[in-house]
C-alpha cells in the first residue's frame, strides 16, 4: 500500500467531515493538536450548488458518470439510502432540521450505562445547539398550513409546531452580516424561503458545517483534504497509517500517519470500511455486533401533487420562490411517529419519476399495473404538470420502532466486493399512518384554501396522493437516517465501540458519526450526532492531553 509521498503526520485523522467529523475536528484543533481531516467528496463555496437537482454533474454524487455533487443514492436490498457527500458532509444537503430526541428514546437500554441519563447530554446538546445557530421556524406558508390540516384530520393539531432549524432568518434588504459569532464568523444573507435547502443553499443562509465547526476548525490550523477516498488502514510502530486515493483522478494518493484516528464517514463509510477490513482480514475485528442493527429511523416517505399543467406565472417559479424552507413545521400522530412537511424548490424534478399513485394492502404492484387501466387520467394528469417539485408537498415519517437490517462486506459471484444486506428484520415499506397522512394531504391540497366552505377546486386540478415507486414495487423503503452498525455500548458483546466511542481491543481508532447511535432517533439525527461528537471531542482532547502532560514529566525525571 505504499504510495508515491511520504506520509504525512497528525496528532489526529479524521476520516469524513460531516457532523461526527467537523465537531471533533474543531474540538481538537482548539486545544492544540495537528489535525487533518479526509474527505471523499469535493469542497462547495455557495454559487457551485446547483439551481435544481436536475443540474446533475452538481447535484448528484456519482464519480462513475463524472458526477461529484452533493447527493449520493444507494440501493441495498430492502432500502434505498439518501446520503450527502462533500466537505460539510449531510448538511451541505440536509433540511437544516436540528431537533433533540425524547428523553424515552436517550433512556433506551440500548445505550451505555453513562449515556441513558438525558441530563448527560444537556452540555453538549446546548453547545451544538449554539454552534448551529438552531431557532425556531417563524413563517406558516403553504406546506405548513397543509400539515396542520393533516394533524386535524388525525387528531393531533395539538401537537403541531415549526421545526427547530439552523438558518439565518434576518431581513433580506439587510447586507452580508455574521448574525452568530460577534464578527468572528463568515458573512451571511438572510433566508429567502426558496425552498432549496436539500439542492444547496445558493444564498448563504443554511448553517451547513463550513459556516460554523469546520470553519473555525481551519482557523485554529486543521487541514481539511477535499476528494481523498480513504482506501485502508494498516499500522505501524509509531500508529495508524491512512491510505489514500485521488476521487477525481482515480489514482492512489497520499499515505497519512497519526496514532489516532476518527472515522466519521457517515454510516456507510464507516461500515465500508470496518468491514471490508474483516473481510479481507486487514484488521482483525472480532466484533460480533460489527454491521449489526442498522436502523432506517423508521422512515417513509409519501406525499401529494396538484395534477395540473400550471402556468409558470400563477403556480410555478414565482409562487414557489418565496414558498418556505425545506422543512418548517412537524406533528406527533402518536408516541412514537412524527411527521414532517417537505418541499423541493421550482423546477427541481430529479425525483418526480420516483412517484407513483398512491397504492395500499398487500398486492401494491398489481395494484399499481391496474391502476394505468383503471385511473388512466390520473396517470395523464400527474404527467401534464408541468413544474412537479412547486406542485408537490413530501411528508417525512418517522417511528422509533425496533425495525433494523445487517450489512456486511463480501464478494459477489462475478468478483466484485460490496457492501450488502445480509438479515435482519422485515422493515415495513407501507405505513396505515402515512398512507392516511397522505390522502388527507391530497384532499387539502384538492381544495381552494381561500374559499372557506372547502369548495373543490376544477377536475384537472385535484391532487394526487403518492408513493415512492420502490416502496410499492419492490417492498423497499427510502430512508435519508441510517443509524447504528457500530454502536457504542458496554461491551464488545452489546456493541462495536465503548463510551469514549473507541472500538474495542484497537486502541487509537475511533468512531463518531451516526453509526455509534444504537436507536431509532424518531427525528432528524443531525443534532444528535453533533451533541455525541461534542461529549466525544472534550474527554478525547482531556485524554490526549493528560497522556502528552505525562510523557513529557517522564522524560524530565529521566
Not at 116 to 144: C, H, I, N, S
Not at 378 to 399: F, G, H
Not at 442 to 462: H, V, Y
Not at 516 to 531: K, Q, R
Request: charged share 25%; proline share 4%; aromatic share 8%.
Amino acid at each position: 500500500m505504499a504510495s508515491d509521498k511520504l506520509a504525512q503526520d497528525f496528532d489526529v485523522i479524521i476520516v469524513g467531515s460531516g457532523f461526527g467529523g467537523s465537531v471533533s475536528a474543531l474540538r481538537l484543533a482548539e486545544r492544540g493538536l495537528r489535525v487533518a481531516i479526509l474527505e471523499e467528496g469535493r469542497r462547495f463555496r455557495d454559487e457551485d450548488f446547483a439551481e435544481s437537482n436536475l443540474q446533475l454533474r452538481r447535484y448528484l454524487w456519482a464519480p462513475m458518470l463524472r458526477c461529484f455533487g452533493v447527493q449520493a443514492l444507494t440501493l441495498l436490498r430492502g432500502v434505498w439510502l439518501l446520503h450527502g457527500k462533500g466537505v460539510g458532509g449531510g448538511s451541505l444537503v440536509y433540511a437544516n432540521t436540528l431537533m433533540q430526541p425524547s428523553e424515552t428514546v436517550l433512556r433506551n437500554a440500548l445505550w451505555p450505562k453513562s449515556l441513558r441519563e438525558p441530563k448527560e447530554w444537556d452540555q453538549y446538546f446546548a453547545r451544538a445547539r449554539k454552534m448551529l445557530g438552531v431557532t425556531k421556524y417563524p413563517y406558516e406558508g403553504e406546506p405548513e398550513a397543509a400539515l396542520r390540516a393533516v394533524a386535524r384530520d388525525l387528531g393531533c393539531e395539538s401537537t403541531f409546531h415549526p421545526t427547530e432549524v439552523g438558518v439565518y432568518f434576518g431581513s433580506t434588504e439587510q447586507g452580508p452580516v455574521d448574525p452568530y459569532f460577534e464578527g468572528r464568523g463568515p458573512l451571511r444573507r438572510a433566508c429567502t424561503r426558496c425552498g432549496a435547502c436539500m439542492v444547496g443553499c445558493r444564498v448563504g443562509a443554511k448553517n451547513t458545517l463550513m459556516k460554523n465547526y469546520l470553519f473555525f476548525a481551519e482557523k485554529h490550523g486543521a487541514e481539511i483534504h477535499a476528494e481523498r477516498r480513504v482506501i485502508r488502514l494498516s499500522r505501524d510502530a509509531s500508529g495508524w497509517l491512512v491510505h489514500t486515493k485521488d476521487v477525481l483522478r482515480g489514482v492512489k494518493a497520499e499515505t497519512w500517519r497519526a496514532p489516532r484516528v476518527i472515522l466519521a464517514a457517515g454510516v456507510l463509510g464507516t461500515l465500508r470500511l470496518l468491514l471490508e477490513h474483516r473481510a479481507k482480514s486487514w484488521l482483525s475485528l472480532a466484533l460480533p455486533r460489527l454491521g449489526r442493527g442498522v436502523r432506517t429511523n423508521g422512515e417513509s416517505l409519501v406525499g401529494a401533487t396538484r395534477s395540473v399543467r400550471s402556468s409558470l406565472d400563477t403556480s410555478g417559479r414565482a409562487l414557489a420562490s418565496a414558498r418556505g424552507i425545506s422543512i418548517g413545521a412537524a406533528i406527533h400522530p402518536d408516541a412514537q411517529t412524527k411527521v414532517e412537511s417537505v418541499i423541493y424548490p421550482s423546477g427541481s424534478q430529479l425525483l418526480r419519476g420516483l412517484a407513483v399513485p398512491l397504492q395500499s394492502g398487500s398486492w401494491r404492484p398489481l395494484q399499481l399495473v391496474f391502476s394505468l387501466f383503471r385511473r388512466p387520467w390520473t396517470w395523464w394528469n400527474l404527467a401534464r404538470t408541468r413544474d412537479w417539485a412547486a406542485q408537490s408537498i413530501i411528508l417525512l415519517v418517522m417511528q422509533t420502532t425496533e425495525d433494523f437490517i445487517d450489512l456486511e462486506f463480501r464478494r459477489s459471484w462475478w468478483g466484485r466486493w460490496s457492501l450488502r444486506r445480509s438479515g435482519g428484520t422485515r422493515l415495513p415499506s407501507q405505513l396505515g399512518l402515512a398512507q392516511r397522512a397522505a390522502l388527507s394531504l391530497a384532499r387539502w391540497m384538492s381544495t381552494d384554501p381561500k374559499k372557506t366552505s372547502g369548495e373543490r377546486l376544477a377536475s384537472e386540478r385535484l391532487a394526487v396522493a403518492q408513493n415512492v415507486i420502490s416502496e410499492v414495487l419492490l417492498a423497499t423503503p427510502t430512508t435519508a437516517h441510517i443509524l447504528g452498525g457500530a454502536a457504542l455500548a458496554d461491551s464488545q458483546d452489546q456493541g462495536v465501540v465503548d463510551e469514549n466511542h473507541e472500538v474495542f481491543g484497537h486502541q487509537g481508532l475511533f468512531v463518531c458519526d451516526g453509526s455509534v447511535i444504537p436507536v431509532n432517533l424518531g427525528v432528524n439525527p443531525s443534532l444528535t450526532i453533533a451533541a455525541l461528537a461534542e461529549r466525544f471531542a472534550s474527554r478525547l482532547a482531556d485524554r490526549i492531553l493528560s497522556e502528552t502532560a505525562n510523557d513529557f514529566r517522564k522524560q524530565v525525571e529521566l
